[in-house]
């Protein structure tokens, strides 16, 4: 075992499957997250409406690794396949989609698998890390509130790359990689109904301006809700057009255009909310699997070093668990 603990800064899936990794080869650990629930982008964010899944709508699997995993994920009860009635939207038409991919969602949401990796490893949460630096042999963590946290003997950066790149300044070169990495933001907006809309829609492909994505929450399995929430996701180009348009405008704006689009009366909600991801996926795929200054013991993982997907984001912190465990 390390003569000290090793940091992970993110509890993205990420942060969680490096985690894992290392806990299973006797590693002792600590995680960070400057949010107050675990997740990332997979996190679900309490509401009036209930607990909504903003981020992550739902995730697939195609590498060996990756399925396994996911079929554990669903024999612990975290994960369920998801099969909505799936439509795609172009130039004003909805017609039914022939994409027959398998889909997984967490249950009871999204954030489930999060808290299932977590397990009894210790987190800080709300906890924004502004700054690693290495002293003759150890690491030291330094919060927003001038707290420091250590001594830790490897550190894992598992957050967004522009956000990473700031934490990987004693590596200039891992700092340089992810700052090269350009992220698309992206809008989320929960429309909430008293009565459920009379459409067959359950989730829908949309190519036009505004819209990209639509899904009605409660087709989900797990899900338990009291009004007919649909969850809106706007496409990566206009939301970096508006990226500092007012949460109301936001949310005024794709409710219109969720009406133009959907077969039938769509009245005024009766809950709204808007969430705007930053940093929600990179604008391209890499090949890098993790970075690694193996010299120093600085290592970052994430959904963009590979596809910008789950499986990414799992194979990615699986890659950086492998190299640090290789210097051990």
């Avoid at 009036?48 to 399925?67: E, I």
């Avoid at 490897?154 to 990473?164: H, K, L």
């Avoid at 990226?243 to 936001?250: A, F, I």
């Avoid at 890098?288 to 290592?299: C, E, F, I, N, S």
Wanted: charged share 20%; net charge negative; with cysteine.
């Amino acid at each position: 075992m390390s003569k000290a603990p090793i940091a992970i800064v993110g509890t993205g899936i990420a942060g969680l499957s490096a985690a894992q990794a290392l806990r299973a080869a006797g590693q002792s650990i600590q995680l960070f997250d400057k949010g107050r629930g675990l997740g990332g982008r997979m996190t679900s964010k309490r509401s009036d409406a209930g607990h909504l899944d903003l981020g992550t709508q739902y995730f697939t699997a195609r590498d060996r690794r990756f399925t396994e995993t996911v079929h554990q994920w669903q024999a612990e009860g975290w994960a369920a396949e998801w099969s909505p009635n799936l439509f795609q939207s172009r130039n004003g038409q909805l017609s039914p989609s022939a994409d027959e991919q398998l889909r997984w969602v967490g249950i009871p949401r999204m954030d489930a698998i999060a808290a299932g990796l977590l397990g009894e490893l210790p987190v800080k949460l709300s906890c924004r890390v502004t700054d690693v630096f290495r002293g003759e042999e150890y690491w030291t963590l330094v919060d927003a509130e001038g707290n420091n946290h250590g001594p830790f003997s490897q550190v894992v950066i598992a957050i967004p790359a522009p956000q990473a790149s700031a934490l990987l300044a004693a590596a200039p070169k891992l700092a340089a990689v992810a700052a090269s990495v350009a992220m698309e933001p992206t809008w989320s907006v929960a429309l909430s109904f008293a009565k459920p809309l009379e459409t067959s829609v359950d989730a829908c492909f949309v190519q036009d301006d505004a819209l990209d994505w639509l899904a009605r929450h409660h087709s989900r399995p797990g899900r338990d809700e009291h009004l007919d929430t649909w969850v809106l996701h706007a496409s990566s180009a206009w939301s970096r057009q508006h990226v500092d348009m007012p949460k109301e405008s936001v949310i005024e704006h794709l409710h219109g255009a969720f009406a133009e689009l959907i077969d039938c009366v769509v009245p005024a909600p009766q809950f709204t909310l808007a969430h705007r991801w930053l940093y929600a996926r990179p604008n391209q795929s890499h090949e890098w699997g993790a970075l690694a200054d193996t010299h120093l013991g600085l290592y970052a993982c994430g959904d963009w070093c590979l596809s910008g997907r789950v499986e990414g984001a799992w194979l990615s912190g699986q890659e950086a668990a492998r190299r640090l465990l290789e210097q051990l």
